[in-house]
């Protein structure tokens, strides 16, 4: 534990961290054990309300914190008299993970917070890289280098090495360790190549070793035979100021096989969504390439999330694909 307070600056009994996530979310686990064995206290919130945590952080001085992605656009949608209500700048390290943070939604975080925003990127099958805040303002998108005793490699379907910049497999290998997953031998199987291991993303190196995740595998859309990464399109709506919560899915097309579908709950200020749908694909277009586009737009009350904010896409394709006789 005293290498976790060197790598994210906890320093020994100074400061207090901030628990504003489920606590028995092993992301969170990690941060606020790491917080208590350098001595920090815990300031400890309950179910997550974005001005009561702005509340939390001025009360108690919190210097430390762990999020996700989720939580960011939370307290960004708070107006802004609000988030200007409350002093933050005793925070020292926000580490968040668990699920992609969209490009537009970090930046804004780094304006309103300064650089103290860490990134880490891994899973319970291990921790694989650290973004350090100068390191992410350096290189926007990035989630950092390896960690010590860690190796990040790019492989295709093959299990050949990918060079810099080529997108593949995200392959991890820990110099300390394996693993197994319990009680499913099949999974441990299809995770490994050799010592090396993925978690399911897809992404690439560049020159300098920094790694970018695409997306998720399973959650890829294949239109006409073009790959679509669903969390960049997702990057690209969330920073629409009526947009709370998003979801990106492939959805049966009987042309192209699928086609991107984008699942909307509008912020708070949104009375008439007539009209948004299209304004929110004229919003992509003016920003992605057109295929990447969603075709359509549906809105949603709300949208199907675990506890620590990775959405259940699985959920809503399966409302789209049940009818088509198909699995994607």
Known sequence: MSTFGRAFRFLPFDGVHLVSTGMNHGGCQGFYLGALNVGQALAIGGRFDPERTLQMIEQYRVTTAYMVPTQFVRLLRLPEEVRNRYDHSSLKVVAHSAAPCPLEIKKQMFE??????????????????????????????????????????????????????????????????????????????????????????????????????????????????????????????????????????????????????????????????????????????????????????EFRATLPRTETGKLLKRTLRDEYWAASGRRV
Request: with cysteine; charged share 25%; glycine share 12%.
């Open 112 to 297: 309103w917070w300064g650089p103290v925003i860490w990134e880490t990127y891994g899973g319970m099958e291990g921790a694989a890289t650290i973004a350090k805040p100068h390191r992410w303002l350096e290189k926007p998108g990035t989630v950092g280098r390896a960690v010590a005793g860690m190796t990040v490699t790019i492989l295709d379907d093959d299990g050949n090495e990918l060079p810099p910049g080529e997108i593949g497999n995200v392959h991890l290998e820990s110099a300390a360790s394996t693993f197994e997953y319990r009680g499913d031998p099949e999974t441990t199987r299809s995770a490994f190549r050799g010592r090396s291991f993925t978690i399911g993303d897809i992404g690439y190196l560049d020159e300098d070793g920094y790694l970018v995740i695409c997306d998720r595998a399973k959650d890829m859309i294949i239109s006409g035979g073009v790959n679509i990464y669903p969390a960049e399109v997702e990057g690209t709506l969330a920073a629409h100021p009526a947009v709370a919560d998003v979801a990106v899915i492939g959805v049966p097309d009987p042309e192209w096989g699928e086609q991107v579908k984008a699942l909307v709950v509008t912020a708070g200020t949104v009375t008439d969504t007539a009209g948004l749908d299209q304004e929110l694909i004229t919003w992509c277009r003016e920003r992605l390439a057109r295929y990447k586009c969603p075709r359509s737009v």
